[in-house]
């Protein structure tokens, strides 16, 4: 037995949660942690409160996920019956820690993981805060402040910022831990970047997520308006497909744009990897991945000017490694993409900027910071409640509020 293994023991059960298992990158960073934890000698379980349904109403469960509902319900019965089902897991499964994403499974566990006494909970935010609904905001607040919460995670400064003013107890607890790829992911993204050098001449931009407003699609539409020699490749899904086709149609540019649905992870990132620039025009973001990813492959990064997206292109160093445009400019956005397709110096530049702001975080990192928030848990587990430090627990991870 190995000594990390024993430590994993020691540890007890950790588990991922969430509120749905919607295919994105918030579902992908979850599995890839929760294998990280299994391959350092933990006990990890992924949980979720319903699985994803299809455009049909099909519910699409995913594999390795438990489910306390087999589909979302709209009923009143629904949320007393949630809860007990998430009462009696915890009560079965005894986990040191719950990890949780999504405001709902965040306030689920920490108000059941309560009552049951014995789990300590890590919620996080991959949000700014002025996404959820006014009431989720307020009971969040209160159930974050509850004595079993181990921290409270943003996964950007932007985002954590977001989440204050607040209580003194719940202000404590707060810290922000960066995303990062897997890496597997990061080897493929390196070689997939070796395979591009030398690449000049072409005007194919990339977009990656789902089709959803706060992506902000439409803006990028119209940019595409004015840039008569370039395509365009959206890779996602979701319910704003419809509108964003006829806009495209009204716009004149069905021909040049091309909507790839939702893709394989690498099926998707060889499709980004024969493009010359990655565009995210998005109204908010937490820390994107698929913005991690573009940055690995050496594209030229242009964002939206919000605060999650300046921060998403700046290295810890302060070097900001992507061009910023605002969110609501189609005439400067593609006077951004036109610029660098016209200007290979230019493109080159920014392309090795991007690299470096690729290489500026990493899986083990990462999970390194989610595995001390576990182990401190577990001396929540075996100290009493009237010991529980009201502290943050974000100088043991490393990463300070």
Request: with cysteine; charged share 20%; net charge neutral.
């Amino acid at each position: 037995m190995t000594k990390r293994m024993d430590r994993g023991e020691r540890t007890g059960r950790i588990v991922f949660a969430i509120t749905h298992t919607t295919p994105g990158g918030l579902l992908e960073l979850w599995q890839d942690l929760a294998g990280d934890l299994r391959a350092r000698g933990h006990t990890v379980d992924m949980l979720a409160f319903y699985p994803h349904t299809d455009d049909a109403g099909r519910a699409q469960p995913q594999p390795g996920w438990t489910y306390l509902l087999a589909r979302r319900a709209s009923s009143p019965l629904a949320v007393p019956l949630l809860l007990w089902r998430l009462w009696r897991y915890l009560r079965r499964e005894r986990p040191v820690a719950v990890i949780t994403a999504m405001p709902l499974a965040g306030i689920g566990f920490a108000l059941v993981g309560r009552m049951v006494g014995s789990t300590a909970v890590v919620v996080t935010h991959h949000s700014p805060s002025f996404t959820y609904a006014p009431i989720q905001r307020r009971i969040e607040r209160r159930t974050s402040a509850l004595r079993n919460v181990q921290a409270i995670v943003g996964v950007s400064h932007a985002v954590t910022d977001s989440f204050r003013p607040a209580s003194p107890e719940y202000e404590a607890r707060l810290a922000t831990v960066p995303n990062a790829l897997p890496r597997d992911v990061a080897a493929a993204l390196a070689d997939m970047r070796a395979s591009r050098a030398g690449r000049t001449g072409g005007r194919r931009v990339v977009a990656l997520g789902r089709l959803a407003a706060q992506k902000n699609y439409p803006v990028l539409l119209r940019a595409m308006a004015h840039l008569p020699d370039v395509t365009l490749d959206i890779v996602g899904e979701g319910e704003d497909r419809a509108a964003l086709e006829a806009q495209a149609a009204a716009l004149g540019i069905t021909e040049r744009v091309a909507f790839r649905g939702q893709m394989p992870r690498a099926e998707a990132l060889n499709l980004a990897a024969s493009a010359d620039v990655f565009v995210q025009p998005s109204l908010y973001e937490g820390h994107s991945l698929a913005l991690i990813e573009a940055a690995c492959l050496g594209l030229p990064l242009i964002v939206s000017d919000v605060p999650t997206q300046v921060e998403g292109v700046t290295t810890r160093a302060g070097e900001v490694c992507g061009l910023v445009v605002r969110c609501d400019d189609d005439r400067a956005l593609a006077a951004a993409i036109g610029d660098l397709l016209d200007n290979p110096d230019q493109c080159a530049a920014w392309s090795e900027a991007a690299i470096r702001l690729g290489q500026d975080g990493s899986m083990d990192e990462l999970a390194a910071q989610y595995e001390a928030l576990a182990l401190d848990a577990l001396a929540y587990c075996t100290r009493s409640k009237k010991m529980w430090p009201r502290k943050a627990q974000a100088a043991n991870i490393g990463i300070g509020p």
